[in-house]
C-alpha cells in the first residue's frame, strides 16, 4: 500500500516539474533552475522508495539510492538562494543588500560542505523497512535532526513570510509551514515527509509564477499578524513542554531528559516543531514592524529586545539537540525559554489591554 503510495507522490512531482518547466521556458530566470532540479531529486527518491520492496535488498537497490543522498546535499541548501533571488525580485530591500547576499552565499557552501561530508564522501549505506517499502539509509550521517533541512525550511518560512507581505500571496508560506510542521513525524510516518516535500514544492512553483504586486500590506496588518502568531505560538509551546518533559506522561532518559518512548518524543517534537514554525514567522514580523526596538516607552523597548533575546535563545537551544552528546544542554535551555517566552507574552497581555483601553484623546474627539 504505501510503496503505491510513494509512487503517487514521484508521479505528483513529475507533475510539478512539467509545471516548473514552462515557468523555466517562458521566464528564463536561472535561480529557478534550482527548484526544478530538486524536484527531479524528489522524484526520483520517491520512485526509488516505491519499487524497492519489489527490487529487493542487494547492490542493484543500493546503487540506486545512492544518487539521492547526492541529490539532497548539492540542492535543498540552494532552495536558500532560490529565495533570496525570489525576494530580490520583487525589490525587497534587505534582500538587496550585498551583506544579506554574501550572508545567505555563505550559509548555503557550509550546509553543503557539511552534507557532503557524510551524504556523498562517507555515505555507509543499509537496507532498512517500513511498512511494505524497502530503502537503504546512510548511517554514516550524524544522529539528530538535519541541520542543512532546518535552516532551509526556516529560510523558506522567512521568504514566504516576506512573500506575504510584498505581494499578499500565502501559499508560499503555507506550504512551508505544513512542511516544517509535518517534518517531526516523518520518523514515525516516513510518507508524511515526502507528502511535505510535495506540498512545499507545489508552494515554490506557485511563488515562482507570482508577479509584483502593487497591494503590499501595510505595517499594521503585519503587526496584527504578528502578534496572532504570538497568542498561537505559546500555548502550543507549553503543550509541547508539558508533554516531552513532564515525568507523569512517560519515562525520561537521565542523561538527555528527553522521552524514552518513541511515541512520546515524536508527539512532543512535533508540537514543538509547529510552534518554532509559528515562532519564527511571528519573529519575522515582528522585526519587520518594530525593527531593533527603538522606539516607544522604555518598557515596550524592553519587550521588544526580551523578544529579540528569546528568538537566540530558543534557537541556540535547539541546535544543541543535533548532536546527542549535548541533548540535555538542549532541555534545560528549552525549559529556561518556557519561562522567558512566558514572561514575555505577559508583557504582550500588558500592551493588548493599553490598545483596548480608548485613549482619552479619542474619547474627547468622539464627544465633540
Known amino acids: 500500500m504505501f510503496s503505491v503510495l510513494f509512487l503517487v507522490v514521484a508521479l505528483a512531482q513529475l507533475l510539478l516539474l512539467t509545471g516548473f518547466l514552462r515557468q523555466l521556458s517562458a521566464r528564463r530566470r536561472p535561480a529557478d533552475l534550482i527548484p526544478a532540479g530538486l524536484t527531479v531529486v524528489l522524484a526520483y527518491e520517491n520512485l526509488v522508495i516505491g519499487i524497492g520492496g519489489w527490487v529487493g535488498e542487494g547492490a542493484l537497490l543500493s ?24 525576494l530580490r525580485r520583487f525589490s525587497t530591500g534587505w534582500a538587496m543588500r550585498r551583506g544579506t ?79 516544517a510542521s509535518v517534518a517531526g513525524l516523518a520518523g514515525y510516518l516516513p ?49 509541547g513542554g508539558v508533554i516531552t518533559y513532564v515525568p507523569m506522561f512517560g519515562e525520561l ?25 509559528l515562532l519564527t514567522v511571528h519573529a519575522h514580523f515582528s522585526i519587520l514592524v518594530y525593527g531593533l526596538g527603538r522606539r516607544g516607552g522604555a518598557l515596550r523597548r524592553f519587550h521588544v529586545w526580551f523578544g529579540h533575546a528569546n528568538l537566540f535563545l530558543t534557537f541556540g537551544g535547539q541546535m544543541f539537540f543535533i548532536f546527542p552528546q549535548t541533548a540535555s544542554i538542549g532541555s534545560a535551555a528549552t525549559q529556561l525559554v518556557l519561562v522567558t517566552i512566558s514572561v514575555h507574552v505577559l508583557l ?21
Open 63 to 86: 546503487g540506486l539510492n545512492l544518487p539521492r543522498f547526492f541529490g539532497h546535499a548539492l540542492l535543498t541548501p540552494m532552495l536558500l538562494l532560490w529565495g533570496l533571488a525570489l
Open 101 to 179: 547576499v554574501v550572508t545567505v552565499c555563505a550559509t548555503v557552501l557550509l550546509l553543503i560542505v557539511y552534507d557532503a561530508s557524510f551524504d556523498v564522501f562517507g555515505v555507509v549505506l543499509e537496507p532498512e523497512r517500513w511498512a511494505d517499502t524497502l530503502r537503504y539509509v546512510n548511517v554514516g550521517a550524524p544522529d539528530g535532526p538535519p541541520l542543512a533541512a532546518i535552516l532551509t525550511g526556516l529560510g523558506l518560512l522567512v521568504a514566504g513570510g516576506q512573500m506575504l507581505v510584498e505581494t499578499r500571496s500565502n501559499r508560499l508560506l503555507i506550504a512551508a509551514m505544513v512542511m
Open 191 to 239: 510518507i508524511l515527509g515526502n507528502v511535505g516535500e510535495l506540498v512545499l514544492m507545489a508552494g515554490v512553483l506557485s511563488a515562482m509564477r507570482q508577479e509584483r504586486s502593487t497591494t503590499r500590506m501595510s505595517m499594521g496588518d503585519v503587526s496584527r499578524w504578528a502578534r496572532r502568531m504570538g497568542w498561537i505560538t505559546w500555548p502550543l509551546f507549553v503543550i
Open 253 to 277: 532518559d537521565p542523561a538527555s531528559g528527553l522521552p524514552v518512548s518513541p511515541e512520546q518524543y515524536t508527539l512532543g517534537s512535533t508540537t514543538q516543531g509547529i510552534w518554532l514554525v
Open 348 to 368: 504582550g497581555a500588558y500592551f493588548a489591554l493599553r490598545r483596548s483601553r480608548p485613549r482619552k484623546g479619542r474619547v474627547l474627539a468622539s464627544a465633540a
